[in-house]
């Protein structure tokens, strides 16, 4: 598959990010091949931002997560890039992204614990996700990893309920380490076979759409549960 260019005009432009996005996954294969093309192994240090940003900052979460993880993976596989190189950058990028994260909704919920109930915050609802994060957030930090928006969401809310740091560090470090190998080693091995090496852009597009199930079921469950 070649590069996606798609224009579509709609009222306010509110559609083209989403196509654009639509377009970048599509390619993903090559848009890492040409990136390492222009920048040789400065491809490591593009990797590590993308996933820093996107796990690291709550206005970054429509960036790539699990589809660049498996690209990189195949990346590794067709000789171009080097596994452990990837899976250390990757893994790295994943940690530092996190811990950012809780530490600004850390710094963040010093000042929502001295708010009072308004139309723009609800004391109750507040108090009772900080007891979810004192009992599951363990829990909800590794399995968000796989989520997407919610890897990004997550640890911004366990520094905002003030999650206990060395519990959260620790299951962070399983979360990252399972999310980075196993996609990546996925992508590793299963990139080496033709019929995925030849259609790696309908792949990742495919990983994807397959990842944001998760969150469309719990919309779709909100909505059933409002209507009762």
Not at 70 to 87: D, N
């Amino acid at each position: 598959m070649g590069n996606v260019s798609i224009d579509v005009k709609t009222v306010g432009g509110s559609v083209e990010p989403v196509v654009q996005s639509v377009g970048f996954f599509a390619s993903l294969d090559h848009n890492l091949t040409n990136l390492l093309a222009s920048y040789g192994h400065q491809i490591y240090d593009i990797l590590f931002l993308v996933v820093f940003l996107e796990t690291g900052l709550v206005i970054f979460p429509f960036l790539p997560g699990d589809s660049l993880l498996f690209a990189a993976g195949t990346l590794a596989a067709s000789g171009q890039a080097e596994i452990i190189h990837v899976c250390v950058t990757l893994f790295l990028a994943a940690i530092a992204g996190n811990n950012s994260n809780y530490w600004i909704g850390r710094w963040f919920g010093k000042r929502v614990f001295k708010w009072e109930d308004s139309r723009f915050f609800n004391r109750k609802l507040f108090n009772k996700t900080h007891a979810y994060y004192g009992k599951h957030g363990g829990k909800t930090i590794i399995l968000a990893r796989f989520i997407p928006f919610a890897r990004t969401f997550a640890p911004f809310v366990a520094g905002a309920v003030q999650m206990d740091y060395r519990h959260f560090l620790a299951m962070d470090m399983i979360g990252a380490s399972s999310w980075v190998l196993s996609l990546t080693f996925g992508g590793y091995w299963f990139g080496r076979l033709p019929i995925i090496r030849d259609n790696l852009g309908i792949i990742v597009f495919g990983l994807l759409c397959l990842s944001l199930i998760p969150i469309a079921l719990a919309i779709w469950k909100g909505r059933e549960l409002t209507r009762e």
